[in-house]
């Protein structure tokens, strides 16, 4: 995936011991198809040299206001004319309270201070420095004049010490900025979602589940996160890590991802049924491992699943539903009947054979004015077309 294709980013380092994540970071910024200018405090080249940012960025890095490079010693406007944002990674309490204070005495400052582009910065400290009452006036002064703050993160500090104010790890701060750019259609909205297998166990050592990857699942809920909801995933056994900024509880059988839905559903705006739930499950689990000596192949008898989908939609202040449809034949015909069945207004349908376990699907959207084909393309990609498709058709907050 190339999520920052064709973006400028100015990555602006200030001093800290956390320097040494945004090599790891700008690595990770142009392996998505971003052009990073790469610009340092001076402190900054204590932690780390402008010749690892250099190699790793493959473009100049730029350190000195008096830089003899720019012909027209106009570096402070050129770098961020034409960016699309700069990410200030790590930022140090000194740097984020002269950008408070709007003093431009070195490359980076004047250059946030001149930008004509968003401002995203990403603290890093000690937890005192960062609880300290002036560190905290800062950053309410930041937020008020819409400069975006990503995290800090919590957890052990270089000093040796525990707590909040480590800078947010590279593979998060990517997220964030890929986020950054997304558009916020479901802004404060909470949605709820299931995705991947549920697996109903035969005896303590043997399951029957159905086959999914979860990645459909997976792509969505980090879309929806990516378009400002608070997302929850209530998700069967998969391989697949959870998306950054996404709530995930882990489930195994039908049975406890009904109840986890369940219990969620009513603080939810947008439920979205993505799982592969087992419509049935054994009805005499054996309490002991069936032996293959004693017996004949044993016989098992199923009883029905609770259907998940069916009992949200019907809530009476429930919230807003989709659902999933893999058919393997007559899809038209199939998501039509199932969606009107479920009781819901809008199921994403695809051909199972031609998606499962792939990185790349093909989907439409039925509602009540027929089927909408979403055009082909990666899970993400389409993922991403599916939430704005969910926000198009939601309707006004409820409560
Ligand atoms: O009922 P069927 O499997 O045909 O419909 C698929 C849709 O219903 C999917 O959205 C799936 O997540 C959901 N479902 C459910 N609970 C079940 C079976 C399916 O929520 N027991």
Not at 39 to 49: K, L, N, P
Request: charged letters at 20%.
């Amino acid at each position: 995936m190339h999520d920052l294709r064709d973006r400028r980013i100015v990555l602006g380092l200030s001093g800290g011991i956390a320097c040494y994540k945004s090599a790891e970071l700008v690595r990770r910024m142009i392996e998505q198809g971003a052009t990073v200018d790469v610009v340092m405090t001076d402190a900054a080249t204590h932690f780390i040299t402008p010749v690892t940012m250099q190699a790793l960025s493959g473009r100049p890095v730029f350190v000195d206001a008096w830089d003899a490079r720019v012909p027209n010693n106009m570096a402070h406007i050129d770098l961020t004319r034409g960016a699309d944002a700069i990410l200030v990674a790590p930022a140090s309490a000194d740097f984020m309270a002269k950008l408070v204070q709007g003093r431009a005495d070195d490359l980076l400052s004047t250059l946030c201070l001149a930008r004509a582009c968003p401002l995203l910065v990403a603290p890093a400290m000690n937890r005192e420095m960062w609880g300290s009452a002036p560190t905290q006036r800062n950053v309410t002064q930041l937020s008020a004049d819409g400069v975006v703050i990503l995290g800090p993160g919590s957890g052990s500090q270089a000093c040796g010490e525990t707590g909040d104010g480590r800078m947010l790890e590279p593979h998060q701060l990517l997220a964030e900025l890929i986020a950054f750019f997304q558009p916020k259609s479901l802004s404060g909205r909470r949605v709820l979602m299931t995705a991947g297998p549920t697996i109903e166990p035969i005896d303590p050592v043997r399951v029957i589940t159905n086959r999914s990857s979860g990645k459909t699942g997976y792509a969505i809920a980090r879309a929806a996160w990516e378009a400002g909801a608070q997302v929850t995933l209530v998700s069967g056994p998969t391989a697949l890590a959870v998306p950054y900024g996404v709530t995930r509880i882990g489930v195994e059988s039908a049975r406890q991802m009904y109840d986890a839905v369940l219990a969620a559903a009513p603080d939810s705006d947008v439920f979205i049924s993505v799982a592969a739930v087992a419509d049935w499950r054994v009805a005499n689990i054996a309490s002991d491992k069936i032996k293959k000596d004693d017996h004949q192949p044993p016989a098992l008898e199923f009883v029905a699943n609770p259907d998940i989908l069916a009992t949200v939609a019907a809530l009476p202040d429930g919230p807003w539903c989709v659902g999933f449809a893999a058919e393997t034949q007559l899809l038209s015909k199939f998501a039509h009947e199932k969606r009107l069945r479920k009781g819901i207004p809008m199921l994403v349908g695809n051909l199972a054979q031609h998606v499962m376990d792939a990185d790349e699907t093909t989907v439409s959207i039925f509602d009540d004015t027929g089927e909408h084909p979403i055009a082909p393309g990666t899970k993400y990609d389409v993922a991403r077309l599916i939430v704005q498709a969910i926000a198009k058709r939601l309707p006004a907050r409820r409560r």
